[in-house]
């Protein structure tokens, strides 16, 4: 594993203007992916996964404004590049799992031509012959018979179809995959071998990935590093095994609880009295501290600092777990 | 697929059996019979008029004159108009066919297609001045009163813009506010008009054959053919008829003046359907917007001409092509009053002479065909459906 | 059982109270979201500017107008006798070829054509609902024959249907509105409803209904037709814009026998050779034409905005 960072993320701050105000989704996230590497991005449903994600593509309605912050994507911050330059980064660096993969393709068009239409994009040297042997690959890397290339997607079935995108976002050889929530959508041992599959092509590519889910368990299977995010925020980052031993923030603890081994059956979250903030009016200070049993005085006042626990563990805590 | 067609087919011969009873008794229900007409002329003896009334069967009992009725229909006898006696309504129907035929086809066509693309931009450039004015315009288009609509444009065309154009150029354009033809040029023609208008409908019909084998060959060559073959055949079928019109037939002056009549009843009825078109498309297009599939196709970094008009596009045609049912009988309407205005003789200005004068094998006649265009024109529109959305095609 | 129907009889008068306070209720808020839509608001405007001028004919010609001089069929005004002549102080939007006064003309005519709204529409919406909802109701055969009818009605364009009919039979204002009613009840409309009845059908209290041992026609009228009403309403608009469109350009081709109307003005104006002189005789075409083309498309925009309300889909955007 080299050390090279394929994407760093750096105070990334974006908003939605609504009626009723702005919605505070993603509030100075940083984290960086190095080649190969998986991020696991988890936390409840509403907290911002999505939005990171597609600020990563900056593929964001028009409603959202990307406030403060950069995102170094090999070396180049795609923040401040316009939509025409933007458009020439997607799906060649960075491409994208959807999480309603069901609707992900037109159904007008086979999904070997809609497959075909980013490689002819991207990657223009590729003759039509080459694209199709490169797609019939993947098809058989993702475990779809490569005759399903000229298929129209209604003929696919859910499980079926999430190949199909996943061997979607694979054609133009990008250097990393965003996948959010890729299996929530299906039953779940359909669930269980995508999960694998991914896994899997993530090794054998040597790609970097961020894997976005709200479910510890999945998380804890794929990635290497897991950052966990609360109400826009992240407020722990570390390697997967660090942090299921070591968990410093009561927020992660508490959803680790939750999950007494990722084998053994899922409890409630019983440990969490109320719910996740209103974005739209998130709490001052510490965004956690109306539900937190390690609460202090200067936690509904002042903002955690984002600090180092060494062996790449960062928190934003003001009182956090002990630390054994 | 076939079998699909196939059982359309059947059950609009059906309907189509099942409208002819009925307005063969509802004009029945009228005192006195089509003979009636008869009585003012003073070639027709009574005798005569009692002949040609058992002619028609009309002594009968309903069902059996209704039986008379329909076996003469379908073997080619729609009975003989009472107005201009003996002449045979199907001759009279057959020549003005082909006239009414033109003016519906090219305006259905033009306005789905500017429909389409105007209501594609619109959609896409959301907001401002411009959704403003064109949602006017369409509401506008939609609901003018057609004949003002006809006049309008009569006016602006054919007086203000022809005396510009003469006063400023010194060309006279001299377009003409009615009628089919300019009889002082056709007395010298080699052809008569029916002639040469049948040629330039062939050739229409040809260059709309070759576009579409072009369009449906398109999807099975190459992509980066495609167009390439698109486009050649547009330009190409379209040029080379132009030229061979021009330069080659040795009657192009003749057929200009009949573009020239064409001109602005071809207008008229494209503007009446548009508007419906345009706003359609629009609100079909914004709600295809927002379909994942267009996410998809941005993550993916496909241009925004691709992801307008390859995706977004293509999805928001199918609900307005299914809506063409609907559209094509408001054209149909708008087209029984464009002729009119226009004197253009057609099937439906023939439907409107007709009744007016009571001469109703005429216009039952008319009526008829009138129906028989309309269940055409929705097995077109079903057919067209199914080669649309490989969802209906590939079960 | 018998506990039930007492308990309906008994407290009828409040089960009516309480649906008057809910349907007040539900209007008030459905009118909020109307107002919200200038294009509604629009059309609405525009409907009771032409009611204004329907009240206030008669007035004027009780008052202020000489009946000789200002009759909308035959008046005359001596003091004008070249005619068709530009307006004046006496005749505000000029008179008309045979000398009536346009205005008075205009305003006359008005009122014909909300009687032919009016009947049309109501027409329209009492069968396409009854139509709809037994065709829903009751499935088979009478849903088949009912459709049927609709596929013959649709097959032509019911303009061609109404130009043969009104040469066969000279119709009043009255009979054509019936006429119009007719064709539009067996229309698409009836099919957009009938799906609306049939996913009606399947809701819990149509079944509690029937449990309770309400019949067949309690159920039609009690608790199918008044869940349909919302999207009569909607195509009751569209119908109105129908029948308007109807009849003038019925009257414009000189195919109906009513004493005055909109289509009846450009017909005359028409056959006597003025349609195409916009500048000297604009008064003759464009307050006829443009009357037909405002009244029409004020109920088109009242529909749209009402479309919005009924299918909400439509609203956010
Ligand atoms: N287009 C939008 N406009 C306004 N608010 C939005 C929009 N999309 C998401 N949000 C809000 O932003 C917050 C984060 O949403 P999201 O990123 O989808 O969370 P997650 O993926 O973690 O479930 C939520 O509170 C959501 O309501
Ligand atoms: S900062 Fe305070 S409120 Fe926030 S998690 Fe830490 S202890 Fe709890
Ligand atoms: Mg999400």
């Known amino acids: ?324 | 697929m076939w079998s699909y067609i196939g059982k359309r087919i059947v059950q609009m011969f059906i309907t189509l059996l099942l409208f002819q009873i009925a307005t063969y008794i509802l004009i029945d229900l009228q005192p006195g019979d089509v003979t009636d007409l008869l009585i003012g002329n003073p070639d027709i003896t009574a005798a005569e008029r009692a002949r040609i009334a058992a002619d028609l069967g009309l002594d009968g009992p309903l069902p059996s004159r209704i039986w008379t009725y329909l076996t003469n229909f379908y073997t080619g006898n729609l009975g003989v108009s009472m107005q201009q006696y003996p002449r045979p309504v199907s001759e009279i129907l057959m020549t003005r066919l082909p006239r009414t035929f033109t003016l519906f086809m090219a305006a259905t066509i033009l306005s789905f297609w500017l429909g389409y693309i105007a209501g594609k931009f619109l959609a896409w450039k959301r907001g401002g001045a411009w959704e403003y004015a064109s949602t006017i315009t369409g509401v506008t288009l939609f609901t003018i009163f057609t004949p003002l609509l006809a006049y309008i444009l009569l006016w602006l065309f054919a007086r203000q813009l022809d005396s510009w154009i003469s006063d400023t150029f010194g060309i006279d354009f001299d377009l003409p506010i009615s009628k089919f033809n300019t009889p002082s040029l056709w007395r010298r023609a080699p052809y008569d008009t029916n002639t040469v208008f049948s040629w330039m409908n062939w050739n229409f019909f040809a260059i709309v054959m070759i576009i579409l084998i072009a369009l449906i060959v398109s999807n099975y060559i190459p992509r980066r053919y495609r167009p390439a073959l698109r486009i050649g055949s547009v330009v190409l079928s379209i040029g080379g008829s132009l030229i061979w019109w021009a330069f080659i037939s040795g009657v192009g002056l003749y057929a200009w003046d009949i573009v020239k009549h064409l001109f602005l009843p071809i207008l008229t009825l494209t503007l009446i359907s548009f508007g419906g078109n345009m706003l359609l498309t629009r609100t079909s297009m914004l709600e295809t917007l927002r379909e994942d599939y267009i996410e998809t196709a941005r993550a993916k970094g496909l241009p925004e001409g691709v992801i307008r008009n390859r995706h977004a596009a293509r999805n928001a045609v199918l609900p307005v092509w299914t809506a063409l049912v609907f559209s094509l009988s408001n054209t149909i309407s708008g087209g029984i009053i464009t002729e009119t205005v226009f004197s253009w003789p057609g099937i439906g200005a023939t439907l409107v002479q007709s009744v007016s004068v009571s001469d109703f094998a005429v216009a039952m006649g008319a009526l008829t065909l009138i129906g028989i265009m309309t269940l055409i024109g929705h097995l077109i529109v079903d057919i067209g459906y199914v080669f649309l959305d490989p969802r209906i095609r590939i079960h | ?317």
């Open chain 3, 1 to 317: 059982m018998t506990n039930s129907s007492s308990n309906r009889s008994n407290g009828g008068s409040s089960v009516w109270q309480a649906r008057w306070a809910l349907f007040r209720k539900s209007a008030a808020a459905n009118w909020a979201l109307f107002a919200e839509n200038p294009v509604g608001l629009i059309g609405l405007g525009i409907i009771l500017f032409f009611l204004l001028l329907v009240i206030l004919h008669p007035i004027l010609l009780n008052t202020v107008w000489d009946p000789n001089v200002y009759n909308p069929i035959n008046g005359f005004d001596p003091q004008s006798p070249v005619n068709p002549a530009p307006p004046s102080a006496r005749h505000l939007l000029g008179t008309a070829p045979q000398g009536q006064d346009i205005l008075s003309q205009l305003m006359f005519s008005a009122r014909n054509e909300f009687i032919l709204a009016v009947l049309a529409a109501t027409v329209t919406v009492t069968m396409t609902t009854t139509l709809g909802a037994i065709a829903a109701y009751y499935g088979g055969v009478i849903d088949n024959v009912i459709m049927r009818i609709v596929d013959l009605v649709i097959m032509v364009p019911a303009l061609s249907i109404l130009i043969v009919v009104s040469g066969l039979f000279e119709l009043s204002i009255v009979q054509l509105a019936l006429v119009i009613g007719l064709i539009s009840a067996f229309g698409a409309s009836t099919v957009v409803i009938k799906s609306q009845a049939l996913s009606i059908k399947v809701k819990p209290y149509i079944e509690a209904a029937r449990v309770a041992g309400g019949g067949d026609f309690h159920i039609i009228f009690r608790h199918l037709l008044p869940n349909l009403m919302p999207i009569a309403l909607l195509y009751m608009m569209f119908s109105v814009t129908g029948a308007i469109f109807s009849e003038a350009v019925l009257a414009f081709l000189g195919l109906l026998e009513v004493d005055m109307s909109w289509g009846i003005m450009l017909n005359t104006t028409r056959n006597l050779g003025f349609i195409l002189d916009f500048s000297n005789r604009w008064y003759l075409i464009f307050p006829a034409g443009l009357s037909i083309t405002l009244l029409s498309s004020a109920f088109y925009l009242v529909g749209r905005a009402l479309d919005e309300i009924v299918n909400p889909r439509l609203r956010q955007r």
């Open chain 1, 1 to 324: 594993m080299s050390t090279e960072n394929v994407i760093e993320v750096k105070n990334l701050t974006m908003e939605y203007s609504t009626r009723k105000g702005n919605v505070s989704a993603v509030d100075n996230v940083s984290f960086s992916i190095k080649r190969g590497q998986a991020l696991g991005l988890v936390g409840e449903s509403g907290c911002g996964k999505t939005s990171i994600a597609k600020s990563l593509l900056k593929l964001l309605p028009d409603n959202a404004m990307i406030q403060q912050g950069q995102i170094v994507l090999n070396g180049k911050d795609m923040v401040p590049l316009p939509e025409e330059e933007m458009r020439k980064h997607r799906w060649s660096e960075i491409s994208m799992v959807f999480q309603a993969a069901m609707n992900a393709f037109n159904p007008v068009y086979t999904v070997g031509d809609q497959i075909i239409e980013a490689i002819e994009t991207h990657l223009p040297d590729v003759s039509e012959k080459d694209a199709r042997v490169k797609i019939e690959n993947l098809f058989r890397m993702v475990g779809l018979a490569p005759e399903m290339v000229d298929r129209y997607p209604h003929e696919y079935s859910g499980g079926m179809r999430q190949r199909a995108v996943i061997a979607m976002a694979l054609s133009c050889d990008p250097d990393i995959i965003i996948a959010d929530e890729p299996t929530t959508a299906l039953d779940v041992i359909v669930q269980d071998s995508i999960l694998k599959e991914i896994t899997t092509l993530q090794d054998r590519l040597n790609m970097s990935m961020v894997y976005i889910s709200h479910d510890v368990a999945v998380i804890a299977e794929v990635s290497d590093r897991v950052g966990v995010m609360y109400a826009g925020r992240m407020v722990e980052l570390a390697d997967t095994e660090e942090i299921f031993i070591r968990p410093i923030h009561p927020y992660t603890y508490a959803l680790m609880q939750s999950f007494p081994s990722v084998t053994g059956p899922k409890r409630e979250l019983v440990a969490l009295p109320g719910e996740p903030p209103d974005l739209l009016h998130p709490p001052k200070g510490c965004r956690f501290h109306p539900r937190c049993p390690n609460r202090i005085e200067k936690c509904d006042q002042e903002q955690p600092e984002w600090k180092d626990y060494g062996d790449n563990h960062f928190c934003a805590c003001w009182n956090p777990m002990e630390i054994n």
